[in-house]
């Protein structure tokens, strides 16, 4: 037995297990001094002392005896620690696998599906109850009721939008309202996911009615989005999204506005107001359900509408022929005072924002 070799060995599996004498002494109970003269080979651990140390350092007593492990048990535990180190690999790549399938899945679908409201209105007809849903995997579009402020019946109608050359689009034709387009990703039967902002700002129906044809401007209400990470639950059973959460300011000035002075039509599910200014009728019209303001002037023997939506900070501006013919059309941001459509150079722009949106929105 070869006490300096033992003492070797003893700092070997000290120094291994990150052990300084003084906390070696503590766990095995023994003085700091015994320990050093082990390891100084002066003299070897009793046996008691020597089974608790084989414990603690995972050898046995012979190879501390013998001053070295085992070759067999090395290569136990070299086996041990490979694949220790196997599973732990195999568990980090795992991970991060998992990690990236979900930050993939996160990325692809977060904030992609949109749920608008659809309305359209001129002098003759309106429609509401509209509703188009995005999705990357299917799109879904309910155009709503068609009604006439006049009684008019028409006889078919086309949806379509304008392209960025310009050019007409058709989206669907039919005789009845009552319909609902189903458009999937990648086929783009009727329309593209990928154009969602384009369509929501350059769409239009085209009515056919008594040999005559009107357009109307398409509006799109954002309804929801998927873009929370965690949602409310609403509570009570009459209580609905906008009893829970808080209108903007701009919504609260014109309803606050509308419920004073406006008359509400139950049939139509809208309210109006008829005024002059500067001596041309005006007719104002709002529909509470999808956040829209209409207002309709008749300078001479033109038409100009103004028609306020997306919280009342945009708004486009269309002048119509006696004819029904559009003229012009622009789409303004008001919040960040840039044109968004068309030529919003056009002077009555200032007039409206002025006469208008001050007085019934800024008031």
């Given at each position: 037995m070869n006490n300096k070799k033992i003492g070797n060995f003893l700092i070997d599996l000290r120094n291994e297990f990150n052990l300084t004498q003084e906390e070696l002494s503590q766990k095995i109970s023994v003085s700091r001094s015994a320990i050093s003269k082990w390891e100084r080979g002066i003299n070897v651990p009793p046996p008691?002392?020597?089974?608790?140390?084989?414990?603690?350092?995972?050898?046995?007593?012979?190879?501390?005896?013998?001053?070295?492990?085992?070759?067999?048990n090395n290569i136990k535990t070299e086996n041990k620690k490979n694949k220790k180190k196997l599973i732990t690999i195999i568990l980090s790549f795992v991970m991060v696998l998992v990690t990236f399938f979900f930050f993939l899945y996160f990325l692809n679908n977060y904030n992609s599906i949109?749920?608008?409201?659809?309305?359209?209105?001129?002098?003759?007809?309106?429609?509401?109850?509209?509703l188009v849903i995005f999705s990357k995997d299917k799109s879904y579009m309910r155009l709503g009721t068609i009604k006439s402020f006049k009684d008019l019946e028409y006889l078919k109608f086309e949806i379509f939008y304008y392209d960025e050359n310009g050019l007409e689009n058709l989206i669907f034709e039919s005789n009845d309202d009552n319909y609902t387009l189903i458009s999937c990703y990648g086929n783009d039967q009727y329309f593209s996911y990928d154009i969602r902002e384009w369509l929501i700002q350059n769409s239009y129906i085209r009515i056919y009615y008594d040999d005559k044809?009107?357009?109307l401007k398409l509006f799109f209400q954002e309804d929801m989005r998927n873009n929370k990470f965690f949602y409310q639950k609403l509570k009570g059973d009459n209580q609905s999204p906008d009893q829970t959460f808080e209108e903007p300011y701009e919504v609260k000035q014109i309803e606050t506005y509308v419920d004073?002075?406006?008359?509400?039509?139950?049939?139509?599910?809208?309210?109006?107001?008829?005024?002059?200014?500067?001596?041309?009728?005006?007719?104002?019209?709002?529909?509470?359900?999808?956040k829209t303001l209409i207002i309709r002037e008749h300078i001479g023997k033109e038409i100009h509408i103004m028609t306020f939506w997306g919280n009342f900070l945009t708004f486009e501006y269309e002048i119509y022929k006696e004819n029904g013919y559009l003229e012009y059309?622009?789409?303004?941001?008001?919040?960040?005072?840039?044109?968004?459509?068309?030529?919003?150079?056009?002077?009555?722009?200032?007039?409206?924002?002025?006469t208008y949106y001050n007085k019934f929105i800024s008031y």
């Open positions: 008691e002392v020597l089974l608790e140390l084989s414990k603690i350092y995972n050898v046995s007593v012979n190879e501390i005896l013998n001053g070295e492990r085992d070759s067999n949109y749920v608008y409201r659809v309305t359209a209105e001129n002098e003759n007809f309106y429609v509401h109850d509209g044809i009107e357009i004073n002075n406006f008359t509400y039509n139950e049939e139509e599910d809208s309210y109006f107001l008829n005024i002059t200014i500067n001596g041309n009728k005006v007719d104002i019209r709002y529909l509470k359900g999808t059309v622009f789409n303004y941001d008001i919040l960040g005072k840039k044109c968004l459509k068309g030529d919003c150079s056009n002077p009555k722009k200032e007039y409206f924002l002025e």
